[in-house]
């Protein structure tokens, strides 16, 4: 099953039936415009596997998990096939596609030829593969995603080397190769210009004829002051300026936001003045906001601190404990936090500094925790994914309330999935998956979904599984 086709397919729900069931709800869909999407997210890289398998080549990622050693060729006809077939299927059933262009994997041979994001050339690349997936795929696909959190997975992969190529230097990692000071800006600019090129073939030769929509999506973690003091709140400043705004600030506004260029210095690329008019010629149709989380930042500037692996360029060190007390409930990940509060925060503070761009959320979920002692019973009891995924809605209605135009919500992940450098050490699906068998059970939480955006209502806490039974009766 070849995946050179396209690198995302993110799955959206349409349901029209309503079920009401007895009991006071927290929260329904009711609270919700029309037409509000609602939906699951996962990424072909993550779930499909076949690494080998429909003539696929390999891509970054498949070299980098098995740690062992096509430009411009014939488009692979079964990924064609393949992903035309997948596509069918879901309209078939109701199911809209939302698709990423990219989602972290590349082709090898890119990264062999001419160093992948590192390398300019790459933008030309990118705008074949685009135009390509356009032309097969775009009278079905309505909603087009450039990039999938490249502002994660480029400080990951050039910063602290934790994702494929894994290059980094000093202080931030240990790596074979690698500048960590330059090359994640290097990268960077190369995606921002990339994204602007797939956008332009895209405006220019399909938006017209196929009525879609073109965006991007980010990773928005939300930061809060470790203490009420001026430094501090503008070390939150800082961290979100790094985040998000690094790519959206050069694609809305024109150039990478005021703290990166004060701190950076000649370290960050400059667009020339023909790159800028692109960039303004190729403005967004949404943005898609990732959240999970929020933390806590502290000042580096007038204060001594660790090396943030992260966000050490923003001069900041990030927390999730204050005088011993965690900003929220634990997840299955050591940095995610159930913090629903985050969500209405970033997504008004995103809402201001874009003047409202229409918005989707295309991830946010919970984690649990994998071992293999654990059996497929402990995974499908997700209690806590519910009151996870309940609260974050919450948080989400009461931003749309206030005015943000938020379009859309999936949940990451529709299945468990290879979650990167993590492995299978973590669960963020809503059906469960032997990893031995490959048989998909439901978890609770998926028969809870399923029935909330049947209209039921949605509680908010449980305090113990025998509360569960209004929802899985």
């Known amino acids: 099953m070849a995946r050179e086709a396209a690198a995302c397919l993110v799955v959206l729900l349409t349901v029209h039936r309503l079920l009401h069931l007895s009991g006071v709800a927290a929260i329904d869909r009711g609270l919700f415009p029309p037409g509000f999407l609602f939906g699951t997210s996962t990424s072909a890289y993550q779930v499909e596997g076949g690494y080998l398998e429909g003539n696929k080549g390999l891509s970054n990622w498949d070299v980098f998990t098995h740690k062992q050693e096509g430009r411009f060729g014939d488009v692979n006809p079964d990924g064609v096939a393949f992903y035309s077939s997948l596509i069918d299927n879901l309209l078939q059933k109701?199911?809209?596609?939302?698709?990423?262009l990219c989602h972290y994997d590349i082709p090898h041979e890119l990264d062999k030829r001419y160093g992948g994001w590192l390398s300019p050339e790459i933008q030309k690349d990118f705008g074949y593969f685009a135009e390509i997936c356009f032309k097969m795929f775009g009278d079905r696909v309505k909603f087009w995603a450039t990039f999938n959190q490249p502002n994660l997975f480029i400080k990951f992969s050039y910063m602290v080397g934790w994702y494929s190529?894994?290059?980094?230097?000093?202080?931030?990692g240990n790596c074979k190769s690698g500048n960590s000071s330059i090359e994640p800006y290097i990268?960077?600019?190369n995606i921002i210009l990339s994204h602007a090129n797939a956008v332009s073939i895209?405006?220019?030769?399909?938006?017209?004829k196929q009525g879609g929509q073109i965006g991007i999506a980010l990773c928005i973690i939300w930061y809060e002051p470790f203490r009420n003091t001026t430094a501090d709140i503008l070390a939150v400043k800082r961290a979100l300026s790094f985040s998000a705004p690094w790519f959206l600030d050069p694609i809305l506004l024109g150039d990478y936001p005021r703290e990166m260029r004060e701190v950076l210095g000649g370290r960050l690329p400059k667009f020339t003045s023909k790159q800028k008019k692109r960039l303004e010629a190729t403005k967004l149709d949404f943005i898609g906001l990732n959240h999970y989380t929020t933390c806590y930042v502290k000042d580096c500037i007038f204060s001594q601190c660790e090396i943030d692996p992260i966000n050490g360029d923003a001069r900041v060190f990030s927390l999730v404990e204050r005088d011993g007390v965690p900003i929220g409930?634990?997840?299955?990940?050591?940095?995610?936090?159930?913090v629903p509060r985050g969500m209405e925060e970033a997504v008004m503070y995103y809402k201001q500094r874009y003047n409202n761009t229409p918005t989707y959320i295309p991830e946010n979920g919970y984690s649990q925790a994998s071992n293999s002692s654990m059996t497929a019973k402990?995974?499908?009891n997700d209690t806590r994914r519910i009151n996870y995924i309940s609260g974050y809605l919450t948080s989400l209605a009461s931003a749309i309330r206030k005015g943000a135009d938020v379009r859309g919500y999936f949940v990451w992940s529709l299945l468990d999935d290879f979650e990167w450098n993590s492995g299978y050490t973590s669960r963020f699906g809503l059906y469960h998956v032997d990893y031995k068998t490959l048989k998909r059970t439901p978890?609770?939480?998926a028969d809870w979904y399923r029935k909330f955006l049947m209209g039921s209502p949605l509680r908010r806490k449980f305090r113990d599984e025998s509360q569960l039974h209004q929802f899985t009766s």
């Open 329 to 338: 409930k634990e997840t299955g990940s050591p940095f995610f936090y159930d």
């Open 187 to 189: 990268a960077g600019h």
């Open 443 to 445: 978890k609770l939480s």
């Open 94 to 100: 109701g199911i809209q596609p939302f698709v990423t």
């Open 202 to 208: 895209y405006r220019n030769k399909y938006q017209g």
């Open 165 to 172: 190529p894994g290059r980094c230097s000093e202080p931030f």
């Open 378 to 380: 402990d995974f499908t």
